[in-house]
């Protein structure tokens, strides 16, 4: 190397040498030939890996490290040693040999976007694809596709090598775009763009200032500055003050609109609704819209029409524009979940339960309360619901899991439509589910005693099976006779009242039928009923699948107390108290208007709000400490919405006695 003329193959020996040191724990002399790199081709800079190597240094060769003379002349080390390791700093993976080497069609495209992790979601897919055909094909050509992702790759490693002074962002932020040398109101240097703020880095000096939060943002404003020389630039006003910031962002102004307007307009959304899942998928359209604007350089057919593809994949500036806020839930709706994340196709929630933790701290040290979401893929996805981070995710039954049940301090027992109960341990997740078979229909309901010694499972066919919670084998079992669609199965004051399509039954542990109850309305006509409950005080409540009635009954006589018209509703699904308060989960009343939520007074029997927060029908329901509730939907929506019920309910705890 030492007699090698040429600079560049000198570089490449750097590079190899090394590569090589690292690799044989050499990680000083390592470092010394990739700082030479910067002298003689900084191109081949690994600096990744250089970022590994710092961050894996001992003590003892850090203060080695510090005393180098080329490291204290490299500002570039310098910047690595002092930057934070973060969640985000990921391997950037270019996999040019997934890319179509023919026309594929949306199906194609599909499977190639989910193998190069360039979305998942079948709806964004879908919006891309019109972008890189224009809506005027059903296949997209493979130069399309190649200029398209090597451009989002580009902006991947060129956003990844933004050095972001510390403090200037959280630890779950990330660069998604890196302006070229503009001139601005804070100087000349670079703008970049964050899921949470617009920074300014100025040239040369490595300065950086919060030049906005997005949420601040009131206004972008698109004009030419100057007199003589007309330039392209953009103003953005501040709310709440006369303040703006004016970046000549020249050719790239219009691009630059786009993705703040996006990534404003998502971030507005997931505050208003406290869906902060919306944070990642709008920053997931920002980096696609950059992406498509970029390769309509070389695509000619797209750039003749690349405004109308970039606005078509602004999907929150669009749907923010349309749709009204929707004020009912301000102060109740807390938090959204949203468990279809990083699925292809949107499914249903089928059922919720909250698991409150141990005091004294589970085995593996975890204590912390949890929120069991059962998948109508028949996965069981749990999050921690202090941070409503997904910590763990259970073996997919053959079927949709439709419901969930805590028995004791240690199993959850799951239901699903393959005709099989699932017995899950808390404590050891590692540990094979055990599975508990001998149903002959779809599982629909699980209860359990009043001692916590005896689970009942339910199926569609009216079978009822008895299971010891100690052996897990089967006790007993009987079906109800003339009964086809049973739903729903609760353990009343020593009975099993068992909720079917026509009727409500009061049933003994051997399976005898002790009363009936049925909804007819005025002309005699038997009403199909949805769920069920019975209050602290003896009240009956019954809601209807397919009307908008809602019967109040003494419990004991079956008398009717009274009945109630919510009007506009189609239907009610689930029902859940607490408190004073009773909760009814309903069907959308047509596509496209959200499905309420109910709060009705126990007392009163009135009811007293709604609320708006599921844009297909409410499909689960559980309660977490009689503080809040949860609620899931159908796979339109797909997510979970956590409310606070102490907006409604008094303070005094009530129970139902079992």
Known sequence: METCKSLHTRASYLYLRGMLYTACDHPIQGLEDFHSLEVYDRRLFPKREAVDVIASLSVTNREVLHQNDFYKKSELFKKISQKKPSILDEPIIMEFEKIPTKPVDLHGFS?????????????????????????????????????????????????????????????????????????????????????????????????????ILLRDIQELEKFQQGTFRRVDALRIHANESNNSFVACLKEERNCWYLLIREMWSGKLMAEELKDYGIIQQAAQNVTHIDALIQSAEEIPTLSTNIDKAAEHLCWFTRIRTVEPRDSK??????????????????????????????????????????????????????????????EYEYIKAEDRVVCLLSVGETQVWAGSFDTSVYVIDQHQRAAPLRRLLGHHDMICDLTKNSDNRTVYSASLNGQVIAWNVGTLQEMSQFKLANVKTLSAIKFIKGNLWCCTRDSLLVVEENGGIVRQLQHKDSTGKILKLGDFLITPKNQLWTCCSETSKIAVWDADSFQRLKTIDVKGCRGFTKMIQVHDKLWVGSKTAHFGVDASIYIFNTESREEEKDLHAHSDSIRSMCTAENRYVMSGSGSRDGKVAIWRASAFSRRAALTVDT
């Open 329 to 390: 839930n301000e102060g109740v709706l807390q938090h959204r979940v949203n468990p279809n994340m990083y699925e292809k196709e949107q499914q249903a929630v089928e059922a919720l339960l909250y698991t409150p933790g141990s005091k004294m701290g589970d085995h593996d040290g975890d204590s912390t309360p949890k929120l069991w979401c059962a998948m109508g893929n028949g996965k069981i996805r749990v999050y921690d619901a202090s941070t409503w981070i997904l």
């Open 111 to 211: 499977d190639r976007c989910d193998k190069l992790n360039i979305a998942s979601n079948n709806d964004t897919i879908g919006r891309l694809f019109d972008s890189l055909t224009l809506g005027q094909t059903d296949v997209l050509e493979p130069d399309t596709f190649s200029a398209f992702y090597q451009c989002l790759k580009k902006n991947e490693i060129d956003c990844h090598e933004v050095v972001v002074p510390e403090g200037h962002m959280d630890q779950t932020e990330r660069v998604l775009k890196l302006s070229a040398v503009i001139r601005t109101d804070y100087g000349t240097g670079h703008l970049v763009l964050t899921q949470k703020r617009l920074l300014f880095i100025q040239e040369g000096l490595q300065e950086c200032k919060t030049v």
